[in-house]
């Protein structure tokens, strides 16, 4: 596809002898939402740190924007325009709101235009503008999603991985989550939710790949897998 922003072919991704990832493949467009859901241990934060260069592929390819990505150590990939919120969050839990914010914008092309970005995160998250100055240590769960999503957005990404977004989260900060996910697709930015949440993750995505034992298992439209016998078997328990 011409509209590909990434691209990834037959990837491979081992922990020393053991394989956690097996030919995966995987297409993401330019402002395309995708999903990748699966069962504990099923390779999804594999494939979210190969990604983004923090895990290094054993075979196969990553492309973004046509530029082959697969041997770069995660600070070019950034370079690239991808940005990770990693499960977790890892936020700098002794540093204020604006200054974990702050170490988003980094990147070379980030850096001229960060009071325009923060002005945007800030008005995605206005909790994140009246806790400027606070720790983020001292932000509630839902707080610090917003504030490492906040900080990844100040990257000024063209793709997007959410790392387990749901994770830990009482179900209202959930629903504040996903909507800032859904605006910030409709701001043009390629965005993967790796999830276990299926229901929320499949309710997001134009398109969703099922991921079982480092493979993927199925793929297609989200609203079609959503009730595929492959995703009601393995993941929803149904």
Not at 157 to 183: H, I, K, N
């Amino acid at each position: 596809m011409s509209d590909t922003l990434l691209e990834v072919e037959e990837l491979d991704v081992r922990y020393g002898d053991a394989q956690a990832l097996w030919g995966v493949s995987l297409t993401v467009a330019q402002g395309e939402t995708v999903c990748v859901v699966g069962p504990n241990g099923a390779g999804k934060s594999t494939l979210v740190n190969a990604l983004a260069g923090v895990h290094r592929a054993s075979g196969g390819r990553i492309r973004v924007n046509g530029q082959d990505t697969t041997a770069l150590p995660g600070h070019r990939v950034c370079a690239h325009g991808v940005a990770v919120v990693p499960e977790g969050r890892r936020i700098f839990p002794r540093m204020t709101v604006t200054d974990n914010l702050m170490l988003g914008a980094y990147r070379k092309g980030a850096r001229p235009s960060y009071r325009e970005t923060i002005t945007t995160v800030h008005e995605m998250f206005p909790r994140l503008a009246e806790r400027a100055t606070q720790l983020a240590g001292n932000l509630s769960g839902g707080e610090q999603q917003m504030l490492a999503i906040g900080r990844a957005l100040m990257a000024r990404p063209t793709l997007l991985l959410l790392d387990e977004p749901s994770l830990g989260l009482a179900p209202v900060r959930v629903d504040e989550v996903y909507d800032a996910v859904q605006r910030i697709a409709a701001s043009g930015v390629s965005v993967v939710v790796v999830e276990q949440d299926v229901e929320r993750a499949l309710a997001v995505a134009a398109r969703a790949y099922l991921l079982g034992e480092g493979r993927v298992v199925s793929s297609g439209p989200a609203a079609e897998l959503r009730d595929s016998p492959a995703v009601r078997r393995s993941v929803l328990g149904l």
